[in-house]
């Protein structure tokens, strides 16, 4: 079965850094597209990144430049570094399995919070 | 940036009835358009994709339909466990996959 389970949110300020995790089981991250998406509260949904099963990396230009998605092949598991964090990215995190932009299987989620 | 308009922005049915959502994309996606159903706490959940496929486990009153631009999903008779907001989602302009804003679907 697959499962994805996101972890590393919290309240952090303004300027700050925060690294979100997700593992994943039932199935290898390393062979798939796996994207980042989030929802600030009470909001639509917004892509934010992918990582490719190449390794290629593409970000939305809201957070290109302070967000870095990157895996670990044998944790089997997603991360997301988030630096310079801005009050409008206060959201929850979903990763998801990326099919050529299709998202079968979503996290649970995890919230950022940015605020002073 | 390819923009999704969903409307109505809430859309109030009677359990039983039918309910047709919109979605309207600025800009042709061909068939490349999703769709995903959220309940308050919980994760999107695919609902549809290739604009009119539905996905494994989706009942069949869930149907989708269009191509270019104009979209719609039917729900031809409303259960309890369908009110929810619903998001279109297109997947043309790779990598950049942009959603609509949602339609709630609430109790009339």
């Known amino acids: 079965e697959v499962q994805l389970v996101e972890s590393g949110g919290g309240l952090v300020q303004p300027g700050g850094s925060l690294r979100l995790s997700c593992a994943a089981s039932?199935?290898?991250?390393?062979?798939?597209?796996m994207s980042w998406v989030r929802q600030a509260p009470g909001k639509g949904l917004e892509w934010v990144s992918v990582?490719?099963?190449?390794?290629?990396?593409y970000y939305a230009d809201s957070v290109k430049g302070r967000f870095t998605i990157s895996r670990h092949n044998s944790k089997n598991t997603l991360y997301l570094q988030m630096n310079s964090l801005r009050a409008e990215d206060t959201a929850v995190y979903y990763c998801a399995i990326d099919s050529n932009g299709i998202f079968q299987h979503w996290g649970q989620g995890t919230l950022v919070t940015v605020s002073s | 940036e390819i923009v999704m308009t969903q409307s109505p922005a809430t859309l109030s049915v009677s359990p039983g009835e039918r309910a047709t959502l919109s979605c309207r994309a600025s800009q042709s996606v061909s068939s490349n358009l999703a769709w995903y159903q959220q309940k308050p706490g919980q994760a999107p959940r695919l609902l549809i994709y290739?604009?009119?496929t539905r996905a494994t486990g989706i009942p069949a009153r869930f149907s989708g339909s269009g191509s270019g631009t104009e979209f719609t999903l039917t729900i031809s008779s409303l259960q309890s466990e369908d009110f929810a907001v619903y998001y279109c989602q297109q997947y043309n302009n790779w990598p950049l996959w942009t959603f609509g804003q949602g339609t709630k679907v609430e109790i009339k």
């Open positions: 039932g199935f290898t991250v390393s062979s798939n597209y």
């Open positions: 990582i490719y099963s190449g390794g290629s990396t």
């Open positions: 290739g604009a009119s």
